[in-house]
């Protein structure tokens, strides 16, 4: 009498909803994916270039000489008591990582398509590296501050305990536009070419250059929605010590946060089984 052979298991295949945002436990059995892509993206940037990690300190460094030279010492424009370069510095600090992540998110499906095409893992982690390798960039920049505000004898105050929600608002804000954006330049190439443009426009939106005190108050609690805004002028707050910290504007500026952030991933989660088609 011959052994009768186990059944084989059966693997059911079921559509997921596209009304949730992750898989988390999808993400969590791949997070060490994650963790390799984020440090490919950061080794890969400085890989073979004579300066390094210099670059991280480079980009705002230049920017900050320029706009002292600008706006500093030939507009006039106020820096709220401090020296306009390391007024301008400390705001660059986090614009330069919301530029360069927004950037790297949006572009980021299309110059993965040779990977996800052929390989399944959560799609969400390419637009979601760029966000997680700048802050390479960010720390590296945060020393370059560090050591101006040694140089200019500033001291920052107790707001600085608030700088991880600063940061965690900033993160927020570009993972969510990122994953909408890299969602949509996938299908409209042309969103690609005119993130340049759009770069430019958010920066001098931002008070990267000059001071939200010269702002009206009546405009003040609209202008909070654009989350940066409260960052920026928060990070100031927090490490020079250029006034309270701005709540009212980190509030409204960390609801337009969490909003954007759902809107992206849900807007992610719902196109992402188009990429392979569209790429």
């Known amino acids: 009498m011959t052994a009768r052979l186990p059944e084989p298991?059966?693997?059911?295949?079921?559509?997921?909803?596209?009304?949730t945002l992750f898989d988390w436990r999808e993400c969590l059995e791949y997070r060490d994916l994650l963790y390799f892509l984020v440090l490919?993206?950061?080794?890969?940037?400085?890989?073979?270039?004579v300066l390094g990690i210099a670059w991280a300190v480079l980009n705002p460094f230049f920017s900050m000489v320029v706009f002292t030279v600008i706006f500093g010492m030939l507009l006039k424009v106020p820096s709220d008591g401090k020296p306009y370069a390391i007024f301008s510095f400390a705001a660059?600090?986090?614009?330069?990582?919301?530029?360069?992540?927004?950037?790297?998110?949006?572009s980021s499906l299309i110059a993965g398509t040779g990977l996800f095409t052929k390989v399944y893992f959560p799609r969400v982690f390419i637009p979601l590296v760029p966000i997680f390798s700048k802050l390479v960039d960010f720390g590296i920049a945060f020393i370059m501050l560090a050591l101006m505000m040694v140089y200019f004898k500033v001291v920052p105050s107790w707001n600085?305990?608030?700088?991880?929600?600063?940061?965690?608002?900033?993160?927020?804000?570009?993972?969510?536009?990122?994953?909408?954006?890299?969602a949509l330049a996938i299908q409209y190439r042309d969103v690609r070419h005119a993130m340049n443009f759009m770069v430019q426009i958010l920066m001098y939106a931002a008070p990267v250059v000059w001071p939200v005190s010269k702002l009206p108050h009546a405009y003040r609690i609209w202008y909070g929605l654009y989350?940066?805004?409260?960052?920026?002028?928060?990070?100031?707050?927090?490490?020079?010590?250029?006034?309270?910290?701005?709540?009212?504007?980190?509030?409204?500026?960390?609801?337009?946060?969490?909003?954007?952030?759902l809107f992206g991933a849900l807007y992610f989660r719902r196109t992402e089984r188009f990429f392979a088609d569209v790429a």
Not at 40 to 49: A, C, G, N, S
Not at 92 to 106: D, E, H, M, R, V
Not at 169 to 178: D, F, H, I, Q
């Open 9 to 19: 298991p059966v693997v059911v295949i079921e559509s997921t909803s596209t009304w």
């Open 40 to 49: 490919r993206d950061v080794t890969v940037l400085y890989k073979q270039t």
């Open 92 to 106: 660059l600090l986090p614009w330069t990582y919301f530029s360069q992540s927004l950037t790297g998110a949006t």
């Open 160 to 182: 600085v305990l608030f700088l991880p929600m600063l940061i965690a608002v900033m993160m927020l804000t570009s993972a969510g536009l990122g994953m909408f954006l890299s």
């Open 227 to 261: 989350p940066m805004a409260g960052v920026i002028e928060g990070f100031r707050s927090a490490l020079l010590g250029t006034g309270p910290m701005p709540w009212d504007l980190i509030a409204m500026g960390s609801i337009t946060a969490v909003v954007s952030f």
